[in-house]
């Protein structure tokens, strides 16, 4: 399908052609927002709904109140104005792109590699700052804040927020500090399109009277409609005058503001109470229409204004870059052996952080209501609670993305991990794929952050079938408490284990047959790259046992003697950092069982941070696809040393 | 020095004498005031102005309001209270000693193996959930009250907080979702006593108006005096017909109180405005003035109450179990050395989160208030902030206990990273050491978290000297981001370095000689152990080469190949967990460098949780003593092998 924009030109034009701001500004945000479309689906992911409700705010600040498009951007005191959650970005490289700030080569790339990251990224031109990992932006504008004063600096420092993001309690820890330290030169704007996801926030976690929380840690508060320019521009005018303590405004925002079956509440109400253009492509019909709004639209107002042809521009389709895949999604059968699991267990129950659609949760959601716990998106909040949980004798399962849950929680765990008593942690969205989102997104360091505690267990399915096995296991019958690895995106192939095989403590299962190579890898992203690779190998006469290894960090020593007897080439490969994964923990078990002075043993895995790009982008950047594998194994087995060794 | 505490059948006694309530409870919250005395001063350390302020509220809790006195303590249907700051435990401890809850054998024995932890710990009777980190109190009472409520159990859960602690954001997100979850079987009590660490609160970070804080969350609130124990009774009983919501009461406390010289703001005044009561043992001129000053207080009650003699009882000295240590700490040359190179070098600013004095800060902060950045007990919000200052060009030193700083902010720090720009972590009580306070401030999980980034490299200094080249280089020199571990506690003996050493990039410096065995290690309190196991090895006929290695994920490849020629065993001694610190890297490294297969490599480390107690109590324990070291040496040389092998 053919996608078109509105070409930088177009905006050089319309800005030369002396319009009145209250004509300028809302055309200006009509163009980008068919610019947006045209970035999503080109990409085939994105977020439109928030780039949607915040569009008009970012129009109006870069178009018309920061003095970057005076100054320029590589001035010191430049205006700075970044969006704290960060997935509204399709829509500032839109505007970013209007004022030639973005090159159009990377405007054609949204989500490849060396285009613009799926969050944003300071590589890029115009972003300020990395986010994406919700609630940390107003901390940090504060720090750029100090920053400019400690150097005598000027420029304004601006920072969006969302309004579901306003659930993160670094979020209050900011406020407070702010005030405090006597911070004035921050202001933060409040996207509050009062949907997070594809629900409302007050059927989550309601955020209750905002103005009074704000004025309640000493903020001045404004609020208005982030949609209307008049009332934009004079609550920034109010807050120029304001100069003894920080400013907030709640711009009350409509979430796909500008596509009208995009806006809530129809949105919603066309589909049974679900926001759809949260995250994810339009698919072709919805595009088509999307898009004929917008350009007639944006057509008549260039007939009103006598502002001449609109030139459209409709570039080559980009290769799209996917590898081959599968129907599979391994998270489904999680979420299925959950509900059937229910049926006979009572005494587990499930957390989730705002994420229970991607989490494959809905199902349980629906059917066990009583046992299904939202937090909203505040990560530690439901891991402490999931301990208080514990402690009466449930077994508590929390769900988030892998970088959350891992990362942030971090102390949390560890504090819960002390009592001793059984959670199980699915982290969702490990590894390297999808790539599309970018680093924030992209979790390589989960197996190593859970690894460091004592007392747990960490797993990963290569398929459904192991998926239902590991889940049932985590639940009913582990001792300790289980960290589950998912990878969130369809399985590039399904993974076939043998039909005799068995879930047994500590053991992996041979896929292919070789002696003298072995090559242990997890999850279906990897085991499709291993398996390939393989089958390059096979063809060039060499062999290579793949093993399908499910336990990351806890092994079956005597089944590890047996199954490496005679192997000459180890190689790990993981869809982690080659530190701390399941490649450090076997080094130090062969280690001690004496077997590794025998063989040479090789790690791969994603060194530095995750490349953002298609899923054969990013693995090739990481010489982690079937080629790259087949290379390192042969220049290793042939006896000569790879290129690429291990970093520390 | 004698120390002497009042026996349970004392209070046995009074509780049978019939007193009126509001005779009972002030009388056996002085008692339990005198035992708390007696505990931290046995102990050599604790926190006696929290468990004072506290005092009343919890005897007011477990002799009058739960229903655990008479239920016991296994019933499911009990009322469950705890404290989420947790270093209020001592003050807890005599309460539950007075009922006989916590046994006399492990009351005698804070902070001492199989005694009483610094922190509360499950395994205590009474003890009810682990805490000592803060922040996370109120969601984990949100989970239990789900639990109960699940389960179809009766009780009460009453969660105390500070004040201070109510600077972690994690406390407002647990506000936000018990609202939300219709949790109305919480109650909240703060113990609100203007005071965090050494200072007050509006000093550090304001909490504003609080009461509109939590009412701004949707909670019912109430306020009382927290030593009035009518107004204690009051505020319960109107919460008990608060049915719909969450209920949490402020109390207003006093610091110290029961002891006038420990009671703000005379405490303050009289020590330049510096609270001295906030952790540690008084000395003993001030011991045995507060000791006085509660017993002639408890002996005017019981004369006046007619409850005749009042016995005291004087238990042996415990042997104090303290190595024989230094005057040195190496964090005061950290300090030093910052005060020292912002004479010259502009362009670094130092960040706290409430430790400036623990984090020996105070001469930073008096001499550049400009640069010197208060964020209150607020990690994340810290960490952040670092990440916006660095983007203006400075280079921010962040400053925390490392549990705090690695586990709390770790995907603060993965976003920081992520933008390339160098930032300094002093993580602060790294190690086992000093075991006292318990696993909640033991920090055996930090270089695996910091070693888990790509672009973060970690030190650790032997001693002052090194410290302060270790500074140098971080601030001034490192290309990337530097994580610099330092031991809170004195040296146990000041390492010495040759007089020639130079510190370098990614090379140790061997302190004993040795050609076949080697160890490698780092830090005072490892250094130590490991030159005392180096001697017991010799006077047995044995060498073994104590190498320091400050780089604990970063090597000069070349000299390591040269340091290793001919060994042929090579140990690690770890001040951290075996899995994840410089035992993982080296072992990596040599694989990588082909000089694995020529030797034995072995690593000792923290297995499980840290213990709590005295520094040899907790080494011995975990077998990491100089005798249990030299053993393991011993029994690998010896051509034997250890008992103890690595666990995976």
Redesign the interface.
């Known amino acids: 399908m053919t996608t078109r924009f509105i070409p930088k030109s177009e905006f050089d034009r319309i800005r030369a052609a002396q319009l009145k701001t209250d004509q300028l500004l809302p055309l200006v945000a009509k163009m980008c927002r068919l610019n947006t479309l045209f970035e999503v689906k080109r990409a085939g992911s994105g977020h439109l709904g928030s780039s949607y409700s915040a569009m008009d705010i970012v129009v109006f600040l870069y178009h018309h109140y920061m003095n970057v498009k005076n100054i320029g951007w590589d001035n010191p005191d430049r205006d700075i104005y970044y969006s704290s959650k960060g997935h509204d970005v399709p829509g500032q490289y839109a505007v970013l792109y209007s004022l030639g700030i973005v090159p159009e080569e990377k405007f054609l790339k949204l989500r490849r590699l060396g285009g613009l990251d799926g969050h944003p990224?300071?590589k890029i031109p115009g972003i300020?700052?990395?986010?994406g990992?919700l609630g940390?932006?107003i901390?940090?504008?504060?720090?750029?804040?100090?920053?400019?004063k400690?150097?005598g600096?000027k420029g304004r420092v601006i920072v969006m927020t969302g309004d579901g993001e306003l659930?993160?309690?670094?979020?209050?820890?900011?406020l407070?500090?702010t005030?405090?330290?006597g911070c004035s030169n921050l202001t933060v704007v409040v996207d509050h399109n009062k949907l997070q996801s594809d629900r409302y926030i007050d059927r989550?976690?309601?955020?209750?009277?905002l103005e009074?929380?704000f004025?309640?840690?000493?903020w001045a508060v404004a609020r208005a409609n982030g949609h209307d320019y008049a009332a934009i521009a004079k609550v920034f005018a109010d807050f120029e005058k304001i100069t003894d303590k920080p400013k907030v405004c709640i711009f009350d925002t409509i979430k796909g503001r500008g596509v009208s079956f995009m806006e809530h509440p129809r949105a919603l109400q066309e589909n049974n109470g679900f926001y759809r253009w949260h995250a994810g492509a339009p698919d072709d019909a919805s595009y088509q229409k999307a898009y004929l709004e917008l350009w007639e639209s944006i057509k008549a107002d260039f007939a009103s204004l006598n502002l001449g042809h609109l030139e459209m521009r409709e570039p080559e389709a980009i290769a799209k870059g996917l590898s081959k895949v599968s129907d599979e999604f391994v998270a489904v059968a999680y979420g299925k052996t959950l509900v059937e699991l229910a049926k006979s267990n009572k005494d587990f129950?499930i957390l989730d952080a705002d994420l229970s659609l991607d989490c494959k949760l809905r199902e349980f959601e629906d059917s066990y209501p009583?046992?299904f716990?939202?937090?909203?998106i505040?990560e530690?909040?439901?891991?402490?609670?999931?301990?208080?949980?514990?402690?009466?004798?449930?077994v508590?399962v929390c769900n988030s993305f892998a970088?959350?849950l891992a990362?942030?929680t971090?102390?949390?765990i560890?504090?819960l991990l002390?009592?001793?008593k059984k959670v199980v942690f699915a982290c969702h969205y490990a590894g390297l794929i999808p790539a599309g989102p970018g680093?924030?997104h992209q979790s390589i360091?989960d197996i190593?952050?859970f690894?460091?505690?004592?007392?747990v267990t960490v797993l990963q399915a290569a398929n459904s079938i192991e998926m239902d096995m590991i889940t049932r296991y985590a639940i009913s019958e582990a001792k300790e408490s289980v960290m589950i690895r998912l990878v969130i995106g369809p399985s590039p192939q399904v993974i076939q284990l043998p039909s005799s095989y068995q879930f047994t403590f500590g053991r992996g299962v041979a896929l292919t047959e070789g002696s003298e190579n072995v090559l242990f890898t997890y999850g279906s992203v990897m085991l499709n790259e291993a398996l390939n690779a393989e089958a390059i190998l096979r063809e060039k006469g060499k062999n290579l046992r793949v093993i399908n290894m499910p336990w990351l960090?806890?092994?079956d020593k005597e089944w590890l003697q047996t199954e490496l007897r005679g192997v000459k080439n180890c190689f790990v490969l993981e869809d982690h950092?080659p530190?701390?994964g399941l490649?450090?923990?076997l080094?130090?078990?062969l280690?001690?069982l004496d077997v590794?002075?025998g063989m040479e043993?090789d790690?791969m895995g994603v060194?530095?941070?995750p490349a953002c790009g298609t899923p054969l982008e990013a693995l090739k950047f990481h010489k982690l696809d079937a080629e790259s594998v087949a290379e390192r194994v042969l220049a290793r087995i042939g006896g000569a040393k790879a290129s690429h060794?291990?970093a520390?």
């Open positions: 990224d300071l300020e700052a990395n986010t990992s940390m932006g901390s940090k504008g504060r720090g750029i804040a100090f920053g400019k400690y150097r600096r659930q993160e309690g670094q979020n209050f820890e900011a407070q500090s005030v405090q330290q989550i976690v309601s955020l209750g009277d009074a929380k004025k309640a840690f000493g129950v009583e046992r716990i939202e937090c909203g505040a530690q909040d439901m891991v402490s609670m999931a301990a208080g949980i514990a402690l009466q004798g449930l508590p970088n959350f990362a942030r971090n102390e949390q560890y504090n002390s009592e001793g680093k924030s360091r190593s952050l690894s460091a505690f004592p007392n960090n806890r092994f950092a530190r701390g490649g450090d923990r080094m130090a078990t280690n001690e590794l002075k043993f790690v060194e530095g941070f060794l291990r520390v």
